[in-house]
């Protein structure tokens, strides 16, 4: 499909924009047809999921994070969180899973924590003293992310 350097409408170059700036004219967007990509059962009650590439991260409603092949149909690893739930969306940074915590009834500090994607062992743990994290995200190579501490 070749792209319309001109407006049909005024005839002024438009390169490739989307809305002409002199007419206001649309570029027609073709409608993409959704394709199943997999589809698969899991054993456990997710509430958070990464997904990035052929690998989906769960955070489950019992405390453990699993990686998933949906292709092989099987996990490759599980980190127990040990009273802990995953709070919200994760990242990705360096190879790592980086998820904030909530300690299910606990009202104490809560930390950010990296898993290994390759294997799902814990590589570091940052202690914070705020009752409550935001998800964490990262810009330009660096984790950020909200805390109840201010």
Sequence with gaps: MTTQAFCPQCGIFIAAQIRCPQCGWLRPV???????LWKTAIDCK?????????LVCLGT?????????PQ????????RLDGANVSGPMAVWKHSLIL???HSGLPGPQPLLAVSLANGQEVWRFPTSAFALSAPFVI???IYF???EG
Aim: glycine share 4%.
């Design 30 to 36: 073709r409608k993409a047809q959704p394709t199943l």
């Design 46 to 54: 997710a509430h958070t999921m990464f997904v990035m590439r052929d």
């Design 61 to 69: 409603d019992e405390g453990d994070v699993l990686a998933y092949w």
């Design 72 to 79: 092989g149909k099987r996990v490759l690893w599980s980190f």
């Design 100 to 102: 904030s915590l909530q």
């Design 140 to 142: 330009e190579n660096r």
């Design 146 to 148: 909200i805390s109840s």
